[in-house]
């Protein structure tokens, strides 16, 4: 069977081989005047988005507002709250690197709740989605922790509206719904936020695969710039 086998593959590189090698051939590849647009902590959450996407054309929609990494490493060292609009983002966020910032860390600490009976019935009273019930209905958990948007962007035009009127103030908002209906729209509110540290994925782009590389890249960065 071995036979049969292209032999230009690497069939025996390990994950972090391979992933090593595909940080190097972006750094290989990137254009030096997209790279020095990012400082280094902003360039380890690019570099990761472009190695989720294989697209280097996402340097060119990727914002960082309010200094988001520095703000992102102090709230996961001191284990704030991380909500996420979709159940993807927390099943692909990895727990031992969260954990290595904060012990507190688990799986359970991330904050799904879009399938909680509550949230399903408040998005029948109210005709909304699951994703708006469900950041309606957990405020508290969001205000001062790190809010995660790959999916829905109605949640994260209720978390912006929610900041716009003091209701509350996240750490960090990783902005990165996809799709065609709201999502331009939710993004541009959300870049009224002045005062609240942000990376958003401006247009139509996005997604939840994207919103778990965003934070990791700046947990990343937390250990490759001590």
Known sequence: MNDYKCKSISWNASGAEIEAESFRRIEAEI???VRCRFSPGEWRVVRRLIHTTADFAIADVVG???DPVSA?????????????????????????????????????SIICPSLNAPVGELARQRHITRALAGVELYLDKIDNGIFLCGNAPLALAGVAEA????????????????????V???????????????????????????????LHGIMESGVELQ
């Open 72 to 108: 992102g490493l102090s709230a996961l060292r001191n284990g704030a709250g991380i909500y996420s609009d979709s159940n993807m983002i927390k099943a692909g966020l990895s727990v031992s690197k969260l954990s290595s910032f904060n012990s507190n860390y688990s799986r359970d």
């Open 31 to 33: 254009a030096p005047e």
């Open 184 to 214: 331009v729209e939710s993004k541009e509110l959300a870049l009224q936020l002045n005062d609240v540290p942000m990376i958003i994925l401006n247009g139509r782009r996005g997604g939840s695969p994207l919103a778990v590389a965003a």
């Open 163 to 182: 900041v716009l009127a003091g209701r509350i103030k996240p750490r960090l908002i990783i902005a990165m719904p996809v799709g065609f209906v709201n």
């Open 64 to 66: 960082f507002k309010n």
